[in-house]
């Protein structure tokens, strides 16, 4: 009872031993910056202090360039570091399951049979994954490469190539089998680009979520729609923007028409525009604080081709065509303007 009266309940406690958490923040923040990349996501992972923590602070690290492929099922992502000047590739690679919603994932070119398998879809692994790199990510890239068109669409993409029949009744077959071909190659199409859609918009929802835009040197972007390069190059800050359009098979004509947002701080501070299979929508005028520029119009006003005797062609690389724009260069005639 004296004890009780005299001193607090808990003086006689077991003192509970300081961790490293109760460092002041700033301390916190400089010993991050000076740990690596891949020290820094195991930190996320230790507990939840650690992640906000992380996630607060965004430390600086030795990632300077990011590439992300995807391919047939599967999601490719190089990372590149700098160690002082000593450059090191990293590979990661999200591949499409044996077992339905399954999906296999392994690191650097190491065979998939000894790949680490679990649950769900390939994209939703691979932005669970990239989500707090893309979101913490605080200094600027080198480079940033989100590119679509490692796979390419054929009329015989999953057609079995055959002999030509003799009979009436096995060119009957064979006509049948044409037919159940094509609409399998159809609706491979439209998977391939659901895939693609889905991953694009994972990333969007990411670089979205940031505080202030992720910088970085040079964009590279292959996707399937105008809308897609616009959305992204809202979140992103950039000096050089090189853009074109995807090989894929479901896309709408209207997919490639692209015009960008000239109120968009990157795009008011653009150094470099060069933009492929999209028709460009804005004015000559948009471009002109531009000093490299390489784009196609289906048609030039009268009014901009004075502006561009005005300001000196010299400046300007501007395609005309009226050809699909899915055909490769020299398959069709191009009128310059330079």
């Not at 996630?55 to 990632?63: A, G, S, V, W």
């Not at 590119?147 to 054929?154: G, Q, R």
């Not at 399998?184 to 835009?213: F, H, K, Y």
């Amino acid at each position: 009872m004296f004890l009780s009266k005299w001193f607090p309940s808990n003086w006689f406690s077991k003192n509970e031993k300081p961790t490293i958490m109760d460092m002041p923040h700033l301390v916190m923040e400089q010993v991050l910056d000076n740990v690596d990349f891949l020290t820094i996501l195991n930190l996320r992972k230790v507990c939840k202090s650690f992640r906000n923590l992380i996630d607060d602070i965004k430390p600086i690290n030795n990632l300077i360039i990011i590439r992300i492929y995807l391919e047939f099922r599967r999601i490719k992502v190089e990372l590149v570091f700098d160690f002082e000047e000593v450059f090191v590739n990293f590979f990661l690679f999200y591949q499409e399951g044996p077992e339905e919603n399954s999906c296999c994932i392994f690191k650097d070119f190491v065979e998939p049979e000894f790949a680490v398998q679990k649950d769900g879809h390939f994209v939703d692994a691979f932005l669970t994954d990239f989500e707090p790199i893309l979101k913490n990510q605080r200094s600027k890239l080198t480079e940033l490469e989100i590119k679509v068109n490692c796979f390419y669409y054929d009329d015989d993409y999953s057609f079995l190539s055959q002999s030509k029949p003799q009979s009436i009744f096995s060119r009957f077959l064979f006509k049948k089998f044409e037919s159940v071909s094509t609409m399998t190659c159809i609706v491979e199409r439209r998977q391939d680009d659901n895939i693609a859609n889905e991953m694009i918009d994972g990333i969007w929802r990411i670089l979205e979520s940031r505080t202030v835009p992720l910088e970085t040197g040079k964009l590279k972007l292959i996707v399937p729609k105008s809308s897609q390069v616009v959305r992204l190059l809202r979140s992103i800050k950039t000096n050089s923007l090189h853009g074109n359009r995807a090989n894929q098979g479901a896309s709408s004509p209207g997919d490639a028409d692209l015009t960008l947002d000239s109120k968009c701080e990157t795009f008011k501070t653009m150094e470099e525009l060069v933009i492929s299979k999209f028709y460009m929508g804005n004015p000559i005028l948009d471009f002109l604080h531009i000093p490299k520029l390489n784009i196609i119009r289906d048609s030039i006003p009268r009014e901009d081709i004075l502006i561009i005797k005005q300001v000196g062609s010299e400046f300007f690389l501007i395609k005309l065509t009226r050809e699909p724009l899915h055909m490769l260069p020299g398959d069709s005639d191009e009128t310059y303007a330079k």
